[in-house]
């Protein structure tokens, strides 16, 4: 830091402090154990320099952090229960990391308990984060990064609908959790569609009988409607909506630089040819995003689908629908509950590991998909308040395809640089990805370039 001297012009210091700010982007980080290990492997380190030469280094921690304190949530609940031990908030902080959403479906794995024990741990090593709070208006609060570059702040919340914050009341505590953007589902039926639909309405018994303008099937959210032509449409909660921008523009008017990020879960339905459903966001969460924009905030970070999706620039703000997975370890939580034993076949007597090969066995695919396992980081350099480059930076997840889980468990999931033809081919991926949003991106030396 510059310090005035005696007889110095005042001038003189100011023009010393920088122009711009750089931020490194990073997506999914089901993050389970420590990377320092890997710090000075050969393809590890250079990402980990990258990490910590920029002024904000942000990731989604779709992990809860703690010792067992809280108990399995349990409700709606079908998928892996994400647990890492307190060590890996250190081992965060230590890869460079400094701020990090939470608002996703793993965040409230272990229910009020490990939220609890997630924010302390937080906290304790100095990593400021967002999404997650004892009451709604704790996790929908933005978070404030000082830096030497300007004041930041992250807003973080998800469309998934498990361990949603609740607001308090004068006479009743608000609710732990997560804060939520919910979609509700509206479904436009043709006439050939929307007769058949009540015939089946009908014969469950779950047919209202004022239903020609609508109703809901088989649960609230869920709506049905007579229309021209048949398609779905995503309808954001209007109290969601209006206090998520209200944050933004709240955070507009206390921060120099204000990044929202959103975890989302949706896919398109019938993506355009050359795509697949679930590399294309529905257009709800495009909408939201610009809404984001027009709010005030200076990019927006999405994640969610564990897979690439493409990058917009909108009124010369950033939109990365979704940069894939950071770290991948979803298969390396040591405890799982009863809940999802129960659900898969097995007994008390089996294991942690018996349990992760039942969920890998065919017909699963999802995690032999090359997919998952390739994604980048986007590097976002800004100058006098302005966008200047966005810089793409291809990682692999060290995972053969041609090789079980179960024989590469350990090691699989961790960042590397993607260098030579798999940079390339990531490069040349998330570029037609992106093409959806008319953005052109220059690969370079085995780097993207948006300019």
């Keep these: 830091m510059q310090t005035l001297k005696r007889g110095q012009p005042l001038a003189s210091v100011i023009a010393l402090v920088p122009e711009g700010i750089s931020f490194f982007l990073a997506g999914d980080a089901f993050q389970a154990r420590c990377l320092s290990v890997y710090a000075n492997d050969e393809d590890v380190a250079p990402l980990f320099n990258r990490v910590k030469e920029a002024d904000v280094a942000f990731m989604n921690l779709e992990i809860a952090i703690h010792s067992f304190e809280g108990h399995p949530i349990g409700e709606d609940k079908y998928d892996a229960y994400g647990q890492a031990d307190p060590d890996v908030a250190h081992d965060v902080k230590q890869t460079g990391f400094s701020i990090v959403s939470r608002a996703n479906n793993h965040a409230m794995d272990y229910s009020e308990g490990g939220l609890e024990a997630t924010s302390w741990h937080l906290d304790n090593v100095g990593l400021i984060h967002a999404g997650a709070g004892m009451n ?3 996790a929908r609060e933005p978070a404030y990064m000082e830096t030497p570059k300007g004041t930041v702040a992250l807003i973080s919340a998800t469309t998934w609908r498990l ?5 308090a009341r004068k006479d009743v505590k608000g609710r732990p959790g997560v804060n939520p953007l919910r979609m509700n589902h509206v479904y436009h039926m043709a006439p050939e569609d929307w007769l058949r639909q009540k015939e089946v309405a009908s014969s469950l018994g779950l047919l209202p009988e004022d239903h020609e303008k609508g109703f809901n099937f088989p649960v609230r959210g869920q709506r049905f409607v007579p229309g021209d032509t048949t398609y779905r449409e995503l309808v954001p909660h209007p109290l969601d909506l209006e206090e998520n921008l209200k944050a933004v523009r709240g955070a507009r008017q206390l921060a120099d630089w204000v990044m929202f990020s959103l975890h989302d879960h949706y896919a398109t339905l019938k993506a355009p040819a050359g795509y697949r459903d679930n590399e294309v966001p529905p257009k709800a969460v495009e909408e939201f995003a610009h809404r984001v924009i027009d709010a005030g905030a200076d990019m927006y970070v999405g994640h969610g689908p564990h897979i690439l999706r493409g990058i917009e620039v909108y009124k010369g703000k950033p939109i990365f629908y979704s940069l894939g997975n950071w770290v991948f370890q979803s298969t390396l939580c040591r405890r799982q509950p009863s809940d999802l034993f129960e659900q898969w076949g097995l ?8 349990l992760y090969l039942k969920r890998e066995e065919p017909p699963s695919k999802f995690f032999s998909d090359p997919a998952y396992w390739e994604s980048v980081v ?11 480059e966005v810089r793409l930076i291809p ?3 060290d995972y053969d395809p041609g090789r079980p889980l179960v024989e590469q468990r350990n090691k699989a999931g961790v960042p590397h640089l993607a260098t030579g033809e798999r940079a390339e081919k990531i490069l040349r991926h998330v570029a037609h990805l992106s093409k959806l949003y008319g953005t052109e991106i220059e690969v ?8």
Excluded: N, P, Q
Excluded at 347 to 354: G, H, I, L, Q, V
Excluded at 378 to 388: F, H, M, Q, R, T
């Design 163 to 167: 361990g949603l914050a609740g607001h």
């Design 347 to 354: 007994t008390a007597e089996d294991t942690t590991a018996d």
């Design 378 to 388: 986007a590097e976002v350099d800004y100058k006098d308040g302005e966008l200047s």
């Design 136 to 138: 709604l208006a704790e």
């Design 395 to 397: 990682v692999h997840l």
């Design 444 to 451: 370079k030396a085995g780097i993207g370039y948006i300019k």
